[in-house]
């Protein structure tokens, strides 16, 4: 037994296809893609700022092994936009104050007279002579300066590690597109919000083709309405023009309806109409279009047929509707059609005047009934 015909799936496939459905579980797939990407990439940042508390750490530790002290820069990134560079200083000479002073001077740069140059060299004094820690923004607003001295147990100052921390060159937006992390969010939103749009776009073209459909298709009969029939039938007669082939257009009327409604009333009369239309539809061939554009009225277009072939569909389907079991009418009225044909011939000719001509070729066909008039 085919799946969606037990009554659990008939009963939860209109609440699993509703939109507000839909839309929960398009919500809950985005929280969850993007939640996969954003924890590891916390989980990335919270290592980073772990192993900055490590390196601030170690810059600032004790002393205890002075003697493996080695002279040297390093600079590493803490995180994406600040520059870190310590710089280890290992003094030798035997004034090591004036060799302090002299070398943080040159780490500081410059001191002038300015502000910075004076907090500059108070913090260079109190590293060189006080053995205490001096920081400030030494080399301008933007750049933090630490420095440190590296002391012996008994006091000796040995050298001193200096810490410039800067920032960056603010991102360009090429930055900010070649980095890992925020390519691989904007590649998620991107791929999620491509996924969404597509879904939503298919519901709305199904949706506009349903609303299409119901606009365009007659509802008792199943047959073109009025405007769209005229619709379809002046794209054919453009195409029949451009390609130099014929067309013909039949225009059908139900006969004796005024009876079938007084016999069957006004349900009976709607019966009888869409069994008719479905007696045409079966002797029309496919590309033929039928359309109801009056209460018992029909037209049909017939593309790339000439009047002499229209003949015999017309017949067909004539026959076909005087086919009817006559029990629906309880043998008080025969059921039939009356046919009238027009054949596309001037370049001016349009839907509504191939229809009109078709009409005057029926007003002959009723004079008799149940007949077809070229």
């Not at 920081?135 to 410039?164: D, E, F, K, W």
Request: glycine share 8%; proline share 4%.
């Amino acid at each position: 037994m085919p799946i969606y015909t037990h009554w659990k799936w008939a009963f939860l496939m209109p609440k699993v296809l509703h939109p507000i459905s839909i839309a929960l579980f398009g919500g809950l797939l985005t929280f969850i893609a993007t939640l996969s990407v954003l924890y590891p990439m916390g989980m990335h940042q919270w290592s980073n700022e772990a192993r900055n508390i490590d390196a601030v750490g170690r810059f600032y530790e004790s002393s205890e092994n002075v003697d493996r002290l080695i002279e040297g820069s390093s600079t590493r990134r803490p995180s994406e936009y600040l520059s870190v560079k310590v710089t280890t200083l290992k003094f030798r000479s035997p004034d090591v104050e004036s060799e302090c002073i002299s070398r943080l001077s040159d780490q500081a740069g410059p001191l002038g007279t300015t502000a910075a140059g004076k907090s500059a060299r108070t913090g260079i004094l109190n590293v060189c002579r006080e053995r205490r820690f001096g920081i400030g923004r030494y080399s301008g607003p933007n750049t933090l300066t630490s420095m440190i001295p590296v002391v012996s147990g008994n006091g000796q100052l040995l050298g001193a590690r200096v810490q410039i921390t800067t920032p960056v060159p603010p991102p360009s937006f090429l930055d900010t597109v070649a980095q890992k992390n925020d390519l691989l969010i904007i590649s998620v939103v991107t791929a999620l919000s491509l996924c969404t749009s597509f879904l939503l776009g298919k519901f709305a073209q199904s949706y506009l083709t349903a609303l299409r459909e119901t606009a365009s298709i007659d509802g008792l009969t199943g047959c073109l309405r009025r405007e769209a029939f005229f619709a379809a039938a002046d794209h054919e007669i453009r195409m029949a023009r451009k390609a130099g082939r014929p067309l013909t257009v039949l225009a059908i009327d139900l006969d004796h309806l005024k009876q079938i409604n007084d016999i069957l009333g006004h349900a009976g009369g709607d019966t009888a109409l869409n069994l008719i239309a479905q007696a045409l539809r079966a002797t029309l061939r496919v590309g033929d279009l039928l359309g109801r554009i009056g209460g018992d009225e029909f037209a049909a277009i017939l593309p790339a047929t000439s009047a002499d072939v229209a003949i015999t569909i017309a017949e067909r389907g004539r026959q076909a509707v005087a086919g009817i079991s006559a029990e629906l009418f309880r043998g008080k009225v025969v059921p039939s059609v009356s046919i009238g044909l027009a054949e596309f011939e001037s370049r001016d000719d349009n839907a509504r005047k191939l229809v009109a001509c078709a009409d005057r070729k029926l007003y002959d066909a009723k004079k008799t009934r149940n007949a077809v008039v070229r």
